[in-house]
């Protein structure tokens, strides 16, 4: 009874006090993108898994034809520790300077969507579907021109 009564101080202070308000979000948000980092870790390690499990498959089980009708899931599966590791960059990036970095998301972004049209396949999708992965190609596309345009400014000086 006495500690929660304690924690319900705590919180009437916190809610007088904006300066330690703040000092207490910043320490949730740093503990939640550190959570966030092992978490990710745990599953670029779990994907590289996966990859080893899938190509040691198809090299020995499946040996009379390896990778050749399945090298698009290969592809797949490597392109998803790439955008893993792209999101481990966005949260280490955020962790360094409490900003989430729009450049590094967008690239990410255009990573996940090459992916998809990588293993795109066509006889299972629609016209409908392959119209929409273009149009968010074009759209990131240009988000990202714009978006480094400040950067390539900086990069001239």
Do not use: C
């Not at 967008?106 to 929409?132: N, Q, Y």
Request: proline letters at 1%; hydrophobic letters at 55%.
């Amino acid at each position: 009874m006495r500690s929660i009564r304690h924690f319900f101080r705590w919180l009437g202070k916190l809610a007088r006090n904006n300066n330690e308000f703040l000092v207490m979000l910043k320490f949730m948000e740093s503990l939640v993108s550190k959570i966030l980092s092992i978490f990710m870790i745990g599953l670029i390690f779990f994907a590289l898994y996966d990859i080893s499990v899938f190509l040691v498959q198809e090299w020995f089980i499946h040996s009379s034809d390896p990778l050749k009708t399945r090298l698009f899931d290969a592809f797949g599966l490597f392109l998803n520790v790439l955008i893993a590791l792209e999101l481990l960059d966005n949260i280490t990036a955020y962790l360094k300077n409490h900003v989430i970095q729009l450049e590094l998301v967008i690239v990410t972004a255009i990573i996940a969507i090459a992916r998809k049209v990588i293993i795109f396949d066509l006889e299972k999708s629609s016209s409908d579907d392959l119209m929409a992965i273009g149009v968010t190609v074009l759209l990131l596309s240009l988000s990202y021109f714009f978006i480094s345009i400040p950067n390539r400014k900086q990069a001239s000086k």
